[in-house]
């Protein structure tokens, strides 16, 4: 992507559009002064290597936070506290197929729109699927109740530091804005997901040759994982996270609180709840770093991710990209630009699965867009969540959903066949909350 990037400034027409800061002292594109550049200067070969240091200084801290939430999650997750609260839901409601799936749903959801979590599921993948196929359902039912509530969680997020705040920092707004209308989108989109999946659910209850995966034996319920028991220490733990969640949407929302206190929070939680979960200082600085270690492919692709915008601003066609891209958007009403936003991240989704590379990559062309077409950047950036979050639940490019159903044993194109009907529901439902925003004035 970067040599691409590279590429595009020596065949894409340099130019330029005048700025101005708005009422909330932001820098945004002023419509209708875009005008080519005769007179630049071309990048060289030698500006691949250059622009790398340089993006990961202007990207430093998002680079930090998001090793800094590797290693508070990481000392959390080794106490166990997690992984017992989960399967306690999941066992509490294993009786239940309906609260089964919606419960788990909303667990799965709410932990990715706060804390960003996909990836620690996988371990409970096989709870899943055991407890399904007891209650007559299959793999597919229980992947589905994992992947479409962390799908969902990711596109409706509350404050990610993914995906969200990254997003929002980009785009110039203040981190974890906009809070309000995304809480009132969760009951409709959650509930258009519980009903996909659980409809699939009972149609296997009723005819087990329903099932997507009766006949593939690698799909079968594999052995359980060992129970974690939800000790005191591990309650403990769970309170001090969910404090250190509630302090954080109150700082947001109350005192403004950027980066450098976002991340004192959760510095603060991995020392809190390392204590009480029964670790000493070494152990919670080993699982610590550790932790910040797992992330750290993460934070070097947001690092290349920006190099990737920065060519393009170097080499003076950051400006024509987005006067192209939005040329089509202009012309419609705002509220069919904003859909027009979602399509465009759909489709990058494919070549950027990473919420966060794809937030770096696209985010300095969608909010300068929405400038031109008259469509808020909270917008744009509720239409990067969407199109981000619902599309990771079927591109076959996002390492998360791949590692789960192969765990399961479930092949991709029978996976699709579940999946991509509700990702057409999720897509239209979001065209639709766009326009609500749109008409609404959401900012």
Not at 137 to 165: C, H, K, Q, S
Request: net charge neutral; proline share 6%.
């Amino acid at each position: 992507m970067m040599v691409l990037a590279w590429g595009l400034t020596w065949v894409i027409p340099a130019g330029t559009f005048d700025r101005t800061l708005n009422d909330a002292g932001r820098e945004v594109v002023v419509s209708g002064t875009y005008e080519s550049l005769q007179e630049t200067t071309k990048l060289s070969p030698w500006s691949l290597l250059t622009v790398v240091p340089r993006a990961m200084a202007d990207a430093q801290g998002i680079i930090f936070f998001v090793l800094i939430i590797g290693g508070a999650l990481a000392v959390v997750r080794h106490t166990g506290a997690i992984d017992a609260f989960l399967g306690r839901v999941i066992r509490r409601f294993g009786n239940r197929p309906h609260w089964l799936i919606g419960i788990g749903m909303l667990c799965f959801g709410i932990a990715s729109a706060t804390l960003g979590m996909a990836e620690e599921y996988i371990p409970f993948a096989a709870i899943l699927i055991a407890l399904c196929v007891a209650m007559r359902m299959d793999a597919v039912a229980a992947i589905g109740t994992m992947v479409v509530g962390y799908g969902i969680g990711y596109g409706l997020a509350l404050i990610n530091p993914f995906t969200l705040l990254i997003a929002q920092d980009v785009a110039g707004l203040q981190p974890g804005s906009g809070l309000g209308f995304r809480l009132m989108l969760w009951l409709p989109f959650f509930a258009i997901g519980f009903h996909h999946v659980w409809h699939y659910a009972k149609k296997v209850q009723r005819d087990p040759s329903q099932s997507l995966v009766h006949d593939v034996p690698e799909a079968q319920p594999p052995p359980p994982s060992p129970a974690v028991s939800l000790t005191p220490r591990r309650i403990g733990v769970l309170a001090s996270t969910v404090f250190a969640l509630v302090l954080l949407v109150f700082g947001i929302m109350r005192h403004g609180w950027y980066l450098t206190e976002l991340g004192a929070v959760f510095i603060g939680l991995a020392i809190v709840a390392g204590l009480i979960g029964g670790l000493n200082l070494d152990d919670i600085a080993k699982r610590f770093a550790a932790g910040a270690t797992e992330l750290a492919s993460t934070a070097l692709l947001i690092g290349f991710a920006r190099s990737i915008a920065l060519l393009l601003e170097d080499g003076q066609v950051l400006d024509t990209i987005v006067y192209a891209a939005a040329l089509p958007l202009v012309s419609m009403p705002s509220e069919l630009s904003a859909v027009g936003m979602l399509g465009i991240q759909s489709v990058l989704n494919f070549f950027i699965p990473s919420g966060s590379g794809q937030a770096f990559v696209t985010m300095p062309l969608m909010a300068p867009i929405g400038d031109l077409v008259g469509v808020s950047r909270q917008v744009a950036v509720l239409a990067f969540q969407f199109g981000d979050g619902f599309m990771n639940m079927i591109v076959p490019t996002n390492p998360v959903l791949m590692s789960i159903i192969g765990l399961a044993g479930i092949p991709y194109d029978r996976w699709f066949r579940f999946i991509f009907p509700l990702i057409l529901k999720l897509l239209m439902a979001g065209s639709i909350a766009l326009m609500i925003a749109v008409w609404t004035g959401y900012s």
